[in-house]
C-alpha cells in the first residue's frame, strides 16, 4: 500500500525539494500551498495540490475535510510566513497572520487528522535556528519557530500512544532561491562546514525522520545547520588573529 503523506508549503523551497524526493521515493504526496501550481508544470507531475493558504483558518479547515477519509503516513508542517517590522512600528496584524500560519495551522491539521494517521507514520515540523536565538524584527517569525519545537513535544506525548511520532527538523541558513537575497554574507564563512547547506539536505534529514529508521526518535530537534549553531561570532572574530 503506497503511504500518503501532506506538505505544507511544497510550491517552493525546502518544501518543494521534500514533495519531490518523497514522490520519487514512491510516497504518494499532497502539496499544500497558497501558491496556485501549474498542473502542466513537469516539477510537480504526480504530486495532488490543495490550494491552502495556512494564514486562512477556513482554507486550512478546507484542507482537513478533502483529506478526512484520507489514511496519512506522515505531515509535513513546512511552510511559513516570514514576517516582521522595526521594533518602533511593530505591526500586530503580522504577529497575529504568523501565528496564525506558522502555529495554529499546523496544529490544526494535526488535530484535525489525528484520527486519519496510521499507526508507524510521523509528523515532521520544520522550524529554524532563528527559533533558537533572540530576534530585533524578525519576532512573528522567530517566535512562531520557536514555539513550534514546544508544540512538537506536546504532539509527541499526545501521539506517541497511537504509534505516532513527532519530530522537528531544525535548519541553519539553507540556499533557497527565496532566502538567498537575505543571507548574510559572513554564515558560510563562519560555519565549520565552510558553506550554507542545501534545501536537498533538509528534505533529506526530513525523510530520514519520516522513515522505519527513525522509528524510535520521537519529540526530539534535528539540528542541519552544519554546525553554525555551535559557533560564537564575537569568539571566532577575536580567535580569528590567532588563526
Not at 478546507?62 to 518602533?88: H, M, R, T, Y
Not at 499507526?119 to 533558537?132: A, E, Q
Not at 522567530?142 to 535548519?171: C, D, E, H, M
Request: negative net charge; glycine residues 8%.
Amino acid at each position: 500500500m503506497t503511504k500518503a503523506i501532506i506538505i505544507t508549503g511544497a510550491a517552493n523551497g525546502i518544501g518543494k525539494v521534500t514533495a519531490q524526493k518523497a514522490r520519487d521515493s514512491g510516497y504518494e504526496v499532497y502539496g499544500l500551498d497558497k501558491v496556485k501550481i501549474d498542473a502542466g508544470n513537469p516539477e510537480f507531475s504526480g504530486i495532488n495540490w490543495l490550494h491552502t493558504d495556512l494564514s486562512k483558518k477556513h482554507e486550512v479547515e478546507d484542507a482537513i475535510k478533502s483529506l478526512n477519509n484520507k489514511p496519512l503516513f506522515g505531515i509535513i508542517n513546512n511552510a511559513a510566513e516570514i514576517l516582521g517590522s522595526p521594533w518602533e512600528e511593530f505591526n500586530f496584524d503580522e504577529w497575529d497572520k504568523a501565528i496564525e500560519a506558522n502555529l495554529t495551522a499546523p496544529l490544526r491539521l494535526c488535530h484535525g487528522l489525528r484520527k486519519n494517521l496510521v499507526k508507524g507514520g510521523s509528523i515532521v515540523n520544520i522550524s529554524s535556528h532563528g527559533g533558537r536565538h533572540a530576534a530585533y524584527a524578525s519576532i512573528p517569525y522567530t517566535l512562531t519557530k520557536a514555539a513550534q519545537i514546544n508544540l512538537t513535544q506536546s504532539l509527541a506525548a499526545n501521539f506517541g500512544p497511537y504509534g505516532v511520532r513527532v519530530n522537528a527538523v531544525v535548519p541553519g541558513w539553507v540556499n533557497t532561491e527565496s532566502a538567498k537575497p537575505y543571507i548574510p554574507e559572513v554564515t558560510a564563512e563562519i560555519t565549520p562546514l565552510g558553506r550554507n547547506a542545501e534545501p536537498e539536505e533538509i528534505a533529506d534529514a526530513i525523510l530520514f525522520l519520516l522513515s522505519d529508521k527513525a522509528r524510535f526518535i520521537n519529540g526530539t530537534q534535528l539540528v542541519v545547520d552544519g554546525g553554525y549553531d555551535a559557533i560564537d561570532y564575537s569568539m571566532y572574530q577575536l580567535d580569528k588573529s590567532f588563526l
